[in-house]
């Protein structure tokens, strides 16, 4: 099954990891570089949904659209993709979780968390 057509307004954040960081380094200097990306439809690679077989197209969002009628609710969506593990070369596995959508809202487990199995 393939869903067409989907819009999607995606909220996402990042973490400056100290050890890594370079002199200089801030958030702000990072939220620059992703606003002037954003807007350019620059990106490092196609960002794509669960796998490269679905690619994405993305722009900003200024103001999130109000959710359709018909999504409110609660909907369970049944097992999604959510990443690779190529930890072991040899045994590649997926990693799936229980995808629920609250009032058209789906949230995303981070690669760790609970909920996350392989």
């Not at 801030?26 to 669960?50: A, E, M, T, W």
């Not at 999504?71 to 190529?86: A, H, I, K």
Request: hydrophobic fraction near 40%; glycine fraction near 8%; proline fraction near 11%.
């Amino acid at each position: 099954m393939v869903l067409r057509n989907v819009r999607y307004v995606i909220d996402a954040h990042f973490d400056l990891v100290p050890q890594q960081a370079a002199p200089g380094d801030n958030p702000g200097k990072f939220q620059d570089i992703v606003k002037r990306r954003l807007s350019r439809g620059q990106h490092y690679h196609q960002p794509c949904f669960g796998v490269r077989e679905f690619p994405a197209q993305f722009a900003p969002c200024q103001d999130v659209p109000p959710c359709p009628e018909e999504l409110l609710g609660e909907r369970d969506l049944g097992w999604m993709l959510l990443d690779m593990d190529y930890s072991d070369p040899q045994d590649i596995r997926p990693m799936f979780f229980r995808a629920v959508l609250q009032d058209g809202v789906l949230v995303v487990p981070p690669l760790g968390g609970e909920g996350v199995v392989r």
